[in-house]
Structure formats: C-alpha cells, structure tokens
C-alpha cells in the first residue's frame, strides 16, 4: 500500500505561482510513473500531467502545457507541480496519483493505483 499526502494548495491570484508537493509513504512508488489530477466543482476527475519513473518523460494536458511542470525526487518519494500563469479554470481539487506503469502506458484515471486526498487550488480573477 502507497500512502499519498499533498500539500501547498491555497489562495492565489490569476497570472501568480503556487507550487504543490506530493510525498509518498508505505511502499515506495520509485519504479512507477506518477502524476496530477483535478478535479472542479462540478466536473468530472481530469488528467493533469504525468511523468515516468526516472523522470525521463512527461506528459501533460494541452490546458496547462507551457504553463504547469511536474518533477520528482525519488529520495524523496516525492513529486512537485510547479504551477504558473494560473487562471481562474485551474480551480480544483488537485490530486497527487501512482500509476500502474513505469516507463510506458495510459494516463487516464484507469489506470491508476493509489490516489491521494486532495488539496485545494482556488484562483481569483
């Protein structure tokens, strides 16, 4: 079992910064890819940004490429979101996730092992 915690959501204006973190306790997700999700109030869960076990290789939503970075540190069991130019549709929920694959595989919900709680973004215009 994998144990998802996320921090450093809150408040912020549009066109600011916020930077979430995402540790992982239990078994360590070191060989797994991991990723972001959000959620908004009324909206189904979407895919974020996700990137491989080594770090190698990212993918991201078009709504926040150029926008939104995702990183890790495996010493750590950690991985960040360096979020930038926020707007006022990146309110959500964000959610920190263990996917079922390293190197190679779909970055939808599906395929998903262990989800974090959540911690909230809200973006003022």
């Known amino acids: 079992q994998v144990q998802l915690v996320e921090s450093g959501g809150g408040l912020v204006q549009a066109g600011g910064s916020l930077r979430l973190s995402c540790v992982a306790s239990?078994?360590?997700?070191?060989?797994?890819?991991m990723g972001w999700f959000r959620q908004a109030p009324g909206k189904e869960r979407e895919f974020v940004t996700a990137?491989?076990?080594?770090?190698?290789?990212?993918y991201s939503a078009d709504s926040v490429k150029e926008r939104f970075m995702i990183s890790r540190d495996n010493a750590k069991n950690s991985i960040y979101l360096q979020m930038d130019s926020l707007k006022s549709d990146d309110t959500a929920v964000y959610y920190c996730?263990?996917?079922?694959?390293?190197?190679?595989?779909?970055?939808?919900?599906?395929?998903?092992?262990?989800w974090g709680k959540g911690t909230l973004v809200t973006v003022s215009s």
């Open positions: 990137i491989t076990w080594n770090g190698r290789s990212i």
């Open positions: 996730a263990v996917y079922q694959w390293g190197h190679a595989g779909a970055v939808g919900a599906g395929a998903v092992l262990y």
């Open positions: 239990g078994a360590t997700p070191s060989t797994y890819a």
